[in-house]
C-alpha cells in the first residue's frame, strides 16, 4: 500500500504545480478485447481525444485514434505484440492531419502470471495475475508518420516507448476478480531514435494515475488523470505540455 500511495502522490504533485501552465485534454477509450486462445488475444481500441482548454494563440483540436493490436503470450512472463495506430486529427486553424503509426514489442510482467489450459474458451482464457499487487512494464519501437492537409511536408520519426506501471485492488484478491476496485498507476518516457534531445534521451514524460472497476469479465472500467511534458528544445528543460481526463470502457469476449 506504500508504494502505491507515493505513486498516486507523486503525479499528483508533479499534476499540481503544471495545472496552470498545460493545456487541458479530455479522452475516451472504448476497448474490445478477443481472447481467442490462453496465448492469443486481439484488441481494438476507439479513443476520441480533445484539446478544450488552450492559452491565447494555441489551436483547439479534435482527434479519433483507432488501435488494432495482436498479442501473444511467449510464457507466463513476457508477452509480444503488434500494433498499428490510425489517428485523424482535425485542428480550428484548419490544418488537420492524419497520422500511421505501426509499433511492435513485448510487455514484461514482473510477478508472473496464470495461463489458462489449451483449448479453452472466453473467460478461461484471461491471464490472471498471480499476486494482489501486479507490476509490468511494456516497451515499443514505434515508427510515427504524419500528413497534413496543406502544403507541409509529411513527417516521419522513430521512437522507444518505455512504460512502466501496476495495479492494485483494495477489495478483493486480485484485479481480475468481479467486483474488484482498484488503482491503476503508470509512468512512460518517449526517447527518440533518429534525432539527439538536448537536455537527457528522453523527449517526453507521460504519468497516469486513477482507479478502476472490474463489473464482471465482459466489463471494466476506469477513470484516469494524465500529465504529460516534453523537453524545450532550446534549453532542454521538461515542461508541461497538457494535462488530460481519460475515461475507460473495455469489453472482454
Known sequence: MRSVALGLLCVISIASSAFAQAAGQAWGNVVVDWL???RTSYEVDLE???????????PTWGQLKATPRVTYALSRWVDVLGETEIAYRAQ?????SMTLTPRIGAELHILSRILGEPGSHGVDNERVPRRRINFGTLVRLEHVNTMYSTNAPATSS???????GFTYPFNRAKTTDDGAIYVVSDGEVFIPVDETVKGGAVKELRLRAGFGYRESFSWQY???Y?????RNAQSGAMAASYHAIDVRVRRQF
Open 158 to 164: 522513430w521512437q522507444m516507448r518505455d512504460r512502466f
Open 48 to 58: 476520441p481525444q480533445g484539446q478544450v482548454f488552450v492559452h491565447e494563440g494555441q
Open 36 to 38: 481467442q486462445t490462453n
Open 226 to 230: 494524465i500529465w504529460n511534458g516534453e
Open 222 to 224: 476506469e477513470a484516469l
Open 92 to 96: 480550428s486553424d484548419e490544418v488537420n
